[in-house]
């Protein structure tokens, strides 16, 4: 089993910052992908940024330029720095990983249970 635990989210004004951390744990060899989803009151969920084991990032275009994703591998860990936050970005934030496990040949997505982030004045 593996498990994926967010934090960070809050209420934040717009324009300000906000720091989310995932951290995996459980029984873990290695993790390839790991992803962040968000999902607004009334949308389908959608994929906002993500990196690789090797280091690369991807970013979803409306996040560009104001959202940074990195990872700390030895704590099996991934990071959103969210700067320049809009009220559309009002949303539960989602952690996603494909991990392989110790025991298992094939590896397996994991979700985390999410945080609440809100962009209001």
């Known amino acids: 089993q593996v498990q994926l635990v967010e934090s960070g989210g809050g209420l934040v004004q717009p324009g300000g910052s906000l720091r989310l951390s995932c951290a995996a744990s459980?029984?873990?060899?290695?993790?390839?992908?790991m992803n962040w989803y968000r999902q607004a009151p009334g949308k389908q969920r959608e994929w906002v940024a993500g990196?690789?084991?090797?280091?690369?990032?991807n970013y979803a275009d409306f996040v560009k330029g104001r959202f940074t994703v990195s990872r700390d591998n030895a704590k099996n860990t991934v990071y959103l720095q969210m700067n320049s936050l809009k009220p559309e970005d009002t949303a539960v934030y989602y952690c996603?990983?494909?991990?392989?496990?110790?025991?298992?040949?094939?590896?397996?997505?994991?979700w985390g249970q999410g945080t609440q982030v809100t962009v209001s004045s």
């Open positions: 996603n990983a494909d991990v392989h496990e110790y025991a298992r040949v094939s590896p397996r997505n994991w």
């Open positions: 459980g029984s873990i060899f290695r993790i390839n992908a």
């Open positions: 990196t690789t084991s090797g280091g690369s990032t």
